[in-house]
């Protein structure tokens, strides 16, 4: 079975002033448990989420893929995938990856909620994004961190006034 973290991944918003710092952060953190056990499923999923985050598309996949191997149910693993199939505009397996990531989760839902809904806005489904949206604001856990509440918010809000 896939090892599971209690530290949740929290990665500023690409905008913000601290994402290049706090992404470097997570992949050396990521890096690091992977230097110590090379089969660990959970740290190749979250590094490559934080891969596609930074733009490296390749590098998400390429993870997700590695970790896949090794534990076929990892749904952080099929995060991973479906970011980076969305940031390289494969939006059709992107949508595959996420939804077998949410089937799988049995963890708090909110970033394949957050990842769902990223695709919902750019596949133009701003009903389903408003949804998986305000979803992740009222079951999931969304950390003030790095003001991540509040953009939350005031991407709903957008999304609202956009009906």
């Known amino acids: ?96 990856d996420l939804l077998v990531a949410e089937a799988l989760c049995d963890d708090d839902p909110t970033r394949v909620l957050l990842a769902r809904a990223d695709l919902a806005e750019a596949e133009g489904d701003l009903r389903l994004a408003r949804a998986l949206l305000a979803l992740a604001r009222d079951v999931g856990h969304v950390p003030a961190a790095f003001g991540l509440r509040q953009a939350l918010d005031a991407r709903l809000a957008r999304l609202e006034a956009g009906r």
């Open 1 to 96: 079975a896939p090892a599971t973290r209690a530290d949740p991944l929290v990665l500023p918003p690409r905008d913000h002033p601290d994402f290049d710092e706090a992404s470097r952060r997570l992949l050396a953190a990521e890096e690091a448990a992977l230097s110590r056990r090379r089969d660990d499923a959970v740290a190749l999923g979250r590094l490559g989420e934080v891969r596609a985050a930074r733009g490296d598309a390749a590098g998400a996949l390429e993870a997700a893929g590695r970790a896949l191997d090794l534990a076929p149910t990892a749904w952080q693993a099929w995060l991973a995938r479906g970011r980076g199939h969305h940031a390289q505009g494969d939006l059709a397996r992107a949508r595959v």
